[in-house]
């Protein structure tokens, strides 16, 4: 996604975004879940519109918090449904709520969803787009690649004189990792 670094810089949605949160590692599985969900809310729109809709999403799915999601029933889709500032898109939100039951299983199987993403890498593209299809649902070739770049996991998110990458570095993304084989 060179072409991101050449845009989003000085942007007041995009460059905040790539400037601080694109491409840099993290583990905490609620951020993890927003950034699953947001990935899944962008598949066939603009990310632009996903994060012009960001917060109002954070507040309309209670922060992400997976085991709040994970209890929602008819009446919070319904909720979801009627709410004019989110993405209103019954099979996005069907597979958001989904998703979180699904990570509540891995966390006694693996853990943690991070400790899942961590013992599968490292992947090929096309193995971890396999896998999350059989553990999650609404999983296509993009949202699977947008997340895993998002998280540091993929490669890709920057080039290499952007200033976020040079940043991102240091943090020691798990691409970097060359030692696995």
């Given at each position: 996604?060179?072409?991101?670094?050449?845009?989003?810089?000085?942007?007041?949605?995009?460059?905040?975004?790539?400037?601080?949160?694109?491409?840099?590692?993290?583990?905490?599985?609620?951020?993890?879940?927003?950034?699953?969900?947001?990935?899944?809310?962008?598949?066939?729109?603009?990310?632009?519109?996903?994060?012009?809709?960001?917060?109002?999403?954070?507040?309309?799915?209670?922060?992400?918090?997976?085991?709040?999601?994970?209890?929602?029933?008819?009446?919070?889709?319904?909720?979801?449904?009627?709410?004019?500032?989110?993405?209103?898109?019954?099979?996005?939100?069907?597979?958001?709520?989904?998703?979180?039951?699904?990570?509540?299983?891995?966390?006694?199987?693996?853990?943690?969803?991070?400790?899942?993403?961590?013992?599968?890498?490292?992947?090929?593209?096309d193995d971890w787009v396999k896998?999350?299809?059989?553990?999650?649902?609404f999983m296509g070739v993009e949202?699977?690649?947008?997340?895993?770049?998002?998280?540091?996991?993929?490669?890709?998110?920057?080039?290499?004189?952007?200033?976020?990458?040079?940043?991102?570095?240091?943090?020691?993304?798990?691409?970097?990792?060359?030692?696995?084989?």
């Open positions: 996604m060179s072409w991101y670094c050449d845009v989003a810089p000085g942007h007041p949605f995009h460059g905040p975004y790539h400037d601080c949160e694109y491409g840099v590692p993290i583990a905490d599985e609620q951020a993890l879940f927003e950034r699953l969900a947001l990935e899944i809310f962008q598949a066939g729109l603009s990310w632009l519109i996903v994060l012009k809709k960001r917060d109002a999403l954070v507040a309309a799915f209670d922060g992400f918090e997976v085991d709040r999601v994970a209890l929602y029933g008819a009446a919070e889709r319904d909720r979801l449904m009627g709410d004019a500032c989110i993405i209103r898109n019954g099979r996005k939100i069907d597979a958001v709520i989904e998703n979180a039951r699904r990570l509540q299983a891995l966390r006694g199987s693996h853990g943690s969803f991070s400790a899942w993403i961590r013992q599968h890498h490292p992947r090929a593209k896998l999350f299809k059989q553990t999650f649902v949202v699977v690649n947008e997340f895993l770049m998002s998280i540091g996991f993929l490669p890709g998110a920057h080039r290499e004189d952007c200033p976020a990458f040079a940043r991102i570095l240091p943090l020691q993304p798990a691409w970097l990792d060359e030692s696995k084989p």
